[in-house]
Nanobody
Framework: QAQLHESGGGLVQAGGSLSLSCAAS????????MGWFRQAPGKQREFVAG????????IYADSVKGRFTISRNNAENTVYLQMNSLKPEDTGVYYC?????????????????WGQGTQVTVSS
């Protein structure tokens, strides 16, 4: 069974930065597109960023475009999310997900495997 493990969450002041990592195991990582989603308290899970299997295509939610960067290292089976200029509305549990087809996607139903999540809290 594929496993995804997020790390790097924490508490940061508005305007600060955090870098999230997601380590994948028990899957052929380079065959999977990857995505980051988040869920704030009382809200539905929402798409944040996605990256194709090769890393050649990235997509972002409008709310994070220009502030967040998704990247991947296929040799290390890891996907990253660099978050800059953080805002209180970025607070939530951040999940990484793996999609067995190569293209990036905003739709959570297209993702087959999910991590347990890591908490990001941005104080004002």
């Amino acid at each position: 069974q594929a496993q995804l493990h997020e790390s790097g969450g924490g508490l940061v002041q508005a305007g600060g930065s955090l870098s999230l990592s997601c380590a994948a195991s028990q899957l052929t990582f380079e065959h999977y597109a990857m995505g980051w989603f988040r869920q704030a308290p009382g809200k539905q899970r929402e798409f944040v960023a996605g990256i194709s299997w090769s890393g050649g295509l990235t997509i972002y939610a409008d709310s994070v475009k220009g502030r967040f960067t998704i990247s991947r290292n296929n040799a290390e089976n890891t996907v990253y999310l660099q978050m800059n200029s953080l805002k209180p509305e970025d607070t939530g549990v951040y999940y990484c997900a793996a999609k067995v087809t190569p293209g990036a996607s905003r739709d959570d139903y297209e993702y087959h495997f999910w991590g347990q999540g890591t908490q990001v809290t941005v104080s004002s």
